[in-house]
């Protein structure tokens, strides 16, 4: 028997990101209900961010959450 593929539901959504203990614009990566990544723009630069620290930086905002994703995809 063959598995059904599952519809997963992708969102990138406009959010207030803290860093630092500061409140800065920034976007929220979720998957279905559970929110997974959150990403800064920081000089022309799209910084990921995991418990309110920057970690890793990329060119484009489309790599910034192509990486969150691998991520999730290996840690779950």
Known sequence: M????KKIEIQLSDAQVLVSGKSLNGFELTIGKRT???????DGQFVTVDNETLTNS??????????????YNLNH
């Open 2 to 5: 063959a598995k059904k593929d």
């Open 36 to 42: 997974v990544g959150q990403i800064v723009e920081v």
């Open 58 to 71: 990329y060119q484009t905002l489309d790599e910034a959450v192509e990486n969150i994703i691998e991520n």
